[in-house]
């Protein structure tokens, strides 16, 4: 979806619950860090129903669903999703992003270049049905998906 400059439909401002948001390691903090940034520089956000933007972005866990408050001029909803279709893509996400984080420390650069493909991949396998989840809600490109994505799994993951 082609950004529109009249409706300016994309994200200007996003804040992580607090309460929600699980411990971190140092590696961790800075990918969550670097997708903010990244995703304020460029997104398409555009929430059904809305006229124009840009919106604000709040992302907590209510009852073990993930909650997106969206506000912008005229528009203000909560979406709910479940996280249970991310579960399983989470968990392998957290293992070779752990695997990951050791080999930039110790391995070989094939070794290296081997994780990185993998978490790459299951990085957009979650992006992909993060847009699934969200169709008919809010339509996004695949670079603010993958950017979201990082983003949930920096909240803390209850059950």
């Known amino acids: 979806m082609a950004q529109d400059p009249s409706h300016d ?4 401002a996003i804040e992580l619950d607090e309460d929600s948001l699980g411990a971190a390691s140092r ?3 800075q990918e969550r860090q670097i ?5 304020l520089e460029s997104n398409v956000f555009h929430p059904e129903g809305a006229e124009r933007g840009p919106y604000a972005l709040r992302m907590s866990l ?14 203000e909803r ?10 399983g893509i ?4 957290f293992m070779i992003c752990e695997s990951y984080y050791q080999a930039i420390r110790s391995a070989t650069p094939r070794q290296i270049e081997a994780l990185d493909m993998g978490r790459r991949g299951l990085h957009n396998e979650a992006s992909e049905l ?7 809600k809010v339509e996004t490109d695949l670079d603010t998906a993958r950017r979201l994505f990082t ?5 803390h993951w209850r059950g």
């Open 9 to 12: 439909h994309r994200l200007q």
């Open 27 to 29: 590696d961790q903090d």
């Open 35 to 39: 997708a903010i940034f990244d995703l």
């Open 62 to 75: 209510v009852e073990n669903r993930l909650a997106l408050d969206v506000r912008g001029p005229g528009y």
């Open 78 to 87: 909560r979406h709910l999703l479940s996280l249970s279709p991310f579960r």
């Open 90 to 93: 989470v968990k392998d996400y």
């Open 130 to 136: 993060l847009q699934k989840r969200l169709s008919g």
């Open 151 to 155: 983003l949930i799994c920096a909240l």
